[in-house]
């Protein structure tokens, strides 16, 4: 008997619990939970939405595939919900080939859409008993409680879900997701629309979910989101993805500049900038160096010290995944919309 036929069944961590081939098993720890390569989906006569986009998620992260409204985030993370089927490309789940063999890992998969809605005239523990069922699921009062607790709608648990806020709707799509205590959770757009409260309440909730092991897969147009809670970024444009690494990575390779902050000084100090030769420019009461090479600031930090101008304070501060985005597309983006 080959090695592909010896059937066994994998508990490492208590994250693998079904029986597959050792092979596919190894390879799944070895490559990542997620394996991505060229996938593509076209729709005539030209648009393509995904353009053989490649990329791997290892267990355990937060990984985020960041770009504007069309920028092809959701068509992709539907082909990895097994929503739709790519025109071209592979990819693996689990080790498993999505677009033959999705029903093995359904179960352990959970997913909040985009536009999702909750059940009008259902309460919290009613649509989670009901989703339970879906799965096939025997869940008691108590564990249905503690789920609606853990997301922070215990203050809630008696209301309508057609009465709920925004905020409070996307926490109950996040149970609703949780119910089968998937191993990988997909969240598109999660805190589209929110106020910054419940968008600061959903970043909790999603950091909490990664602790607990889970590996999560986040769609966002938010640049601070992704800065503020992905291990891992995946920038999307037209369909393909024009940059990928972690926060520090992108910061580090597509940001600009960093600039030393003069707290407290006025327009004298950029004139005397000015004289040494250094360019500077006010900012909302500062003044503002930029350094297109870190090496240089503790030159930098020098100069300045030498010269004769009284400031408050003196720090440093790199760019954002908003200059970076700006860096590579070359316009902002507000809300999803690239504007000039």
């Known amino acids: 008997m080959s090695e592909a036929e010896i059937w066994q069944i994998e508990e490492d961590e208590g994250l693998i619990t079904q029986a597959y081939p050792r092979r596919m098993a190894k390879r799944e720890l070895k490559d990542g939970i997620i394996e991505v390569e060229r996938l593509s989906k076209h729709y005539p006569p030209d ?3 995904v353009d053989e986009i490649s990329f791997t998620i290892k267990r355990g992260q937060i990984f985020s595939l960041l770009g504007p409204n069309g920028a092809g985030k959701t068509t992709a993370v539907e082909i990895l919900e097994g929503l739709r089927e790519p025109t071209s490309g592979s990819a693996r789940i689990f080790g498993v080939d999505i677009s033959h063999d999705y029903d093995k890992i359904r179960k352990r998969v959970g997913i909040l859409p985009q ?3 909750p059940f009008e ?4 523990l009613e649509a989670l008993e009901y989703w339970a069922h879906l799965f096939n699921m025997k869940k008691s009062n108590k564990e249905l409680l503690e789920l609606i607790e853990s997301v922070g709608l215990g203050g809630k648990k008696d209301a309508m879900g057609g009465k ?34 419940a968008r600061r309440d959903l970043w909790a909730l999603i950091q909490g979910i990664k602790k607990r092991g889970a590996t999560v897969v986040l769609t966002t147009h938010y640049l601070d989101e992704a800065e503020k809670l992905s291990d891992d970024v995946a920038i999307m444009n037209k369909g393909r993805v024009i940059a990928r690494g972690t926060p520090d990575q992108l910061i580090e390779q597509y940001g600009k500049e960093t600039y030393i902050v003069l707290v407290g000084v006025g327009q004298t100090a950029v004139e005397e900038l000015a004289k040494r030769g250094i360019t ?3 900012e ?10 870190p090496r240089e600031l503790r030159t ?24 970076v985005f700006l860096n590579l597309v070359g316009q902002k983006m507000d809300e999803g919309v690239l504007r000039a």
């Open 47 to 49: 648009l393509k939405a």
């Open 280 to 282: 500077s420019h006010r």
């Open 300 to 323: 930098m930090f020098a100069k300045l010290s030498s010269i004769q101008v009284e400031f408050k304070d003196m720090y440093t501060r790199r760019q954002t995944l908003e200059d």
């Open 284 to 293: 909302n009461g500062n003044v503002v160096v930029p350094v297109s090479n």
């Open 121 to 124: 005239m259902l309460r919290p």
């Open 164 to 197: 709920m806020s925004g905020g409070e709707k996307r926490k109950l799509g996040i149970a609703m997701s949780l119910i089968n205590d998937p191993e990988l959770l997909f969240l598109d757009e999660p805190t589209t629309g929110l106020d910054p409260k």
């Open 115 to 117: 536009n999702f809605e």
